[in-house]
T-cell receptor, first 112, second 114 residues
Framework: EADIYQTPRYLVIGTGKKITLECSQT?????MYWYQQDPGMELHLIHY???????EKGDLSSESTVSRIRTEHFPLTLESARPSHTSQYLC???????????FGPGTRLTVT | KNQVEQSPQSLIILEGKNCTLQ??????????LRWYKQDTGRGPVSLTI?????NTKSNGRYTATLDADTKQSSLHITASQLSDSASYIC?????????????FGRGTQLTVWP
């Protein structure tokens, strides 16, 4: 079982609210990732980081932003949530092998 | 375009029966292929990983095969259990990406009935 955590697990908020999804890992991994997954669909990479102070956008355009101030922490922020942001957000990390990604349990976000 | 296609989209089997899930990919240059199990509301958990030179890998009741020539993989589940009910996702990595780019299939939703 990988030591990667996400909070909250479930979140229901109103349109226009600012939210931050937390992701932490205790494995000392340099690489961290955020994916978005809709029901029955594949995971889409929205952000990644190679290390502290390094963040890049992924394949899927997202209005969210991320930061990497500490190795173990990779939060994702939505400044103004909209119903189109309703989805599951999965955080992952990788160490020496960039292909060996360990996933967190996910955050199910619903914007009303 | 790098893609990963899985079939069937969903599958229902009775407890104790065997089943096989399919994965076709066009990712190039190929690095490795993983099968993940994703329980409802959870993150994916790796079951097996195969590189170009491997054509079969087992993990308990799960056996994955890989044909790198035809770019096909299968996941065989033996003596299914109720806890096998989940989405099984095929994930292919390309060798040319420093990112460690993963290409995800949409998954096969397996339901095991008692």
């Amino acid at each position: 079982e990988a030591d990667i955590y996400q909070t909250p697990r479930y979140l229901v908020i109103g349109t226009g609210k600012k939210i931050t999804l937390e992701c932490s890992q205790t494995m000392g991994h340099d690489k961290m990732y955020w994916y978005q997954q809709d029901p029955g669909m594949e995971l889409h990479l929205i952000h990644y980081s190679y290390g502290v102070n390094s963040t890049e956008k992924g394949d899927l355009s997202s209005e969210s932003t991320v930061s990497r101030i500490r190795t173990e922490h990779f939060p994702l922020t939505l400044e103004s949530a909209r119903p189109s942001h309703t989805s599951q957000y999965l955080c992952a990390s990788a160490g020496t092998s960039r292909y060996e990604q360990y996933f967190g349990p996910g955050t199910r976000l619903t914007v009303t | 375009k790098n893609q990963v296609e899985q079939s069937p989209q969903s599958l229902i089997i009775l407890e104790g029966k065997n089943c096989t899930l399919q994965c076709n990919y066009t990712v190039s240059p190929f690095s490795n292929l993983r099968w993940y199990k994703q329980d409802t509301g959870r993150g994916p958990v790796s079951l097996t990983i195969m590189t170009f030179s491997e054509n079969t890998k087992s993990n308990g009741r799960y056996t994955a095969t890989l044909d790198a020539d035809t770019k096909q993989s299968s996941l065989h589940i033996t003596a299914s259990q109720l806890s096998d009910s989940a989405s099984y996702i095929c994930v292919v990595s390309d060798r040319g990406s420093t990112l460690g780019r993963l290409y995800f299939g949409r998954g096969t939703q397996l339901t095991v009935w008692p």
